[in-house]
């Protein structure tokens, strides 16, 4: 039996990745039984608009656009909450997640239950400092959400749009989607995928302000998981 998927795209000033994404993202429809693509342009300052008119006589590709400058996580629940679907992959918009592991999420699949297949970047192609702060940051957080989660930030992830929702959201909700599911009584499976170099567009990446805002959200996580386990018990 086939899934079908609704296959959200944050984007912020990735113009220059989008066409070959969503090509390479049609090229996988074969794969599911329905697919929907819903890109969610936070408010970029590019030609991020033009390229998606590019793709307005497409039924299966949606369109939206944010009133402001939201973040990610917001893109993400913007588009999840527009999606016809129950299952949700979420994927970059820069280009470095790779369409063709869609295959890899969907054989780890399980129709019976809740489920989040998160991928790891095993191989990163990125730069030194980002590949160093995020080890670190994924080793803080995995030692203290117990996730044993190598890569929570990943943003190739399939999973059940019904649990996502009942998690209140904050902004940066999306690196840990792994350890809230865990919460919801759902055990993630952690698949290896393919991490591609960014060829085009510049990477919105910040070291600092994400390690201090990283911590803040790692205490939040913690209270909101407590609460979750109480009002199971």
Excluded: W
């Excluded at 400058?69 to 820069?94: L, P």
């Excluded at 044993?148 to 929702?165: M, Q, T, V």
């Excluded at 939040?220 to 018990?233: H, L, P, S, T």
């Amino acid at each position: 039996m086939k899934l079908s998927v609704s296959i959200i795209i944050p984007a912020f000033n990735e113009a220059e990745n989008l066409t070959l994404l969503i090509e390479n993202i049609l090229n996988q429809k074969n794969l599911f039984l329905d697919m929907e693509i819903i890109v969610v342009d936070d408010f970029s300052t590019d030609k991020t608009n033009m390229i998606m008119k590019g793709f307005q006589k497409n039924k299966e590709i949606l369109y939206l656009k944010n009133n402001s400058r939201s973040g990610q996580s917001k893109s993400i629940s913007n588009g999840i909450r527009k999606s016809k679907y129950n299952n949700i992959i979420t994927i970059d918009g820069d280009g470095q997640n790779d369409p063709n592991d869609f295959s890899i999420l969907v054989n780890e699949y399980n129709f019976d239950q809740s489920y989040l297949i998160s991928g790891i970047r095993k191989s990163r192609k990125d730069s030194p400092v980002k590949i160093f702060s995020s080890k670190v940051a994924n080793f803080v957080r995995s030692l203290i959400l117990k996730d044993n989660c190598e890569d929570s930030a990943c943003g190739l992830k399939l999973f059940s749009k019904d649990i996502f929702l009942k998690i209140n959201f904050f902004d940066g909700m999306h690196r840990f989607l792994p350890a809230l599911f865990i919460a919801y009584g759902v055990k993630p499976v952690y698949v290896t995928i393919n991490h591609k170099p960014r060829i085009k567009g510049k990477s919105k990446y910040g070291t600092t302000d994400r390690l201090i805002r990283g911590l803040l959200d790692l205490y939040r996580v913690k209270k909101m998981i407590k609460q979750i386990d109480n009002n199971r018990c």
